[in-house]
């Protein structure tokens, strides 16, 4: 018999693209060797060139999905992803409760994702603030990239000074460590993503690769720390396995239809 590896679980919608959303989780918690596990909280209409609709999954039937892993399966780490509604996110925080996911229980990293990279909503308007009260407090990480920031914070971030000023002013709401990541600060010669609990600073800095390809780039370093959390690695540990990964996934991105094509983590495969 085969040792039982450890176990992730993914609280986000789908993307029919297969780029992004639990289709880029699943992929990556693959890829690191860890069994990933999920809650679907929407069905996305999307292809390459952006987002057409969705349409959100009755709340018990994400909030049951839930349950089901945790009591019988057990999750070492979760992340969440596209919660589409302040419904979904009020009921997943109380179920997260229940089975000791976050607030210093099981490791539990939060994607506060908005929106597409394309701009198209993926959160209904009221629900930000279910964000920053319901699930930012109970989180150990959260991840936020720079449209986020400035939604959540009002912050316009314009390089490594502001990412510190934004990460301090959503340590406010109450997560035990902020990313702030800058992969969208275009004209910058690197990506740096700024790491804090408040104490300590650290500054992930590594090459920008020339590619539009992107999509579920998000996704898919959220999803690489949630898998070295989940084998155990403390948040500085995980975030900086997570960040030589999606560097990786960037430089092997792929075209794929007529808009931006996927980051990719074949090349852990190879
Ligand atoms: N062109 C790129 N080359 C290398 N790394 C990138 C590139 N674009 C983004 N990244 C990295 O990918 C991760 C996700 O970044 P970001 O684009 O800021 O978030 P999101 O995908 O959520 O919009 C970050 O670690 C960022 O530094
Ligand atoms: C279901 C789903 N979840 C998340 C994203 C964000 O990913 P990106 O920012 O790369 O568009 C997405 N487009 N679709």
């Keep these: ?33 860890v069994h990933g596990m999920v809650a679907l909280t929407a069905v996305t209409v999307q292809n390459s060139l952006g987002v057409q609709g969705f349409s ?15 009591t019988d399966m057990g999750v070492d780490a979760a992340k969440t992803g596209m919660l589409a509604t302040a419904e979904i996110i009020n009921a997943v925080a109380k179920t997260l409760d229940e089975v000791h996911i976050g607030r210093s229980g099981t490791p539990f990293v939060v994607d506060p994702v908005a929106a597409s990279m394309t701009g198209h909503a993926l959160l209904r ?10 699930l930012f407090p ?5 991840t936020p990239n720079l449209d986020e920031v400035r939604l959540l914070t009002g912050v316009e971030v314009t390089g490594p000074e502001t990412q510190r000023e934004a990460a301090e002013a959503l340590l406010e709401f109450g997560s035990e460590w ?17 790491l804090s609990d408040g104490e300590s600073w650290v500054e992930l800095s590594g090459p920008r690769f020339d590619t539009r390809n992107t999509h579920g780039g998000g996704d898919t370093m959220a999803s690489a720390i949630t898998s070295s ?6 948040v500085p540990t995980a975030v900086a396995e997570g960040k030589r990964f999606i560097e ?17 983590p074949f090349w852990r495969l190879k």
Excluded: W
Aim: with cysteine.
């Design 1 to 33: 018999m085969t040792a039982t590896p450890r176990t992730a679980l993914t609280i986000a919608g789908s993307d029919s693209g297969g780029g992004a959303g639990i289709q880029a989780d699943l992929r990556t918690f693959f890829a690191n060797g």
């Design 56 to 70: 959100e999954i009755p709340v018990d039937v994400v909030t049951g999905q839930i349950k089901a892993v945790a």
């Design 125 to 134: 308007e009221e629900a930000l603030e279910a964000i920053r009260t319901e």
């Design 138 to 142: 109970r989180a150990t990480l959260i």
């Design 178 to 194: 902020v990313l702030v990541k800058g992969g969208h600060l275009d004209a910058a010669q690197d990506c740096v993503d700024v």
């Design 229 to 234: 959390l989940a084998k155990g690695a403390d």
């Design 248 to 264: 990786r996934c960037v430089a092997e991105s792929y075209p794929l239809g007529a808009g931006v094509g996927p980051v990719s």
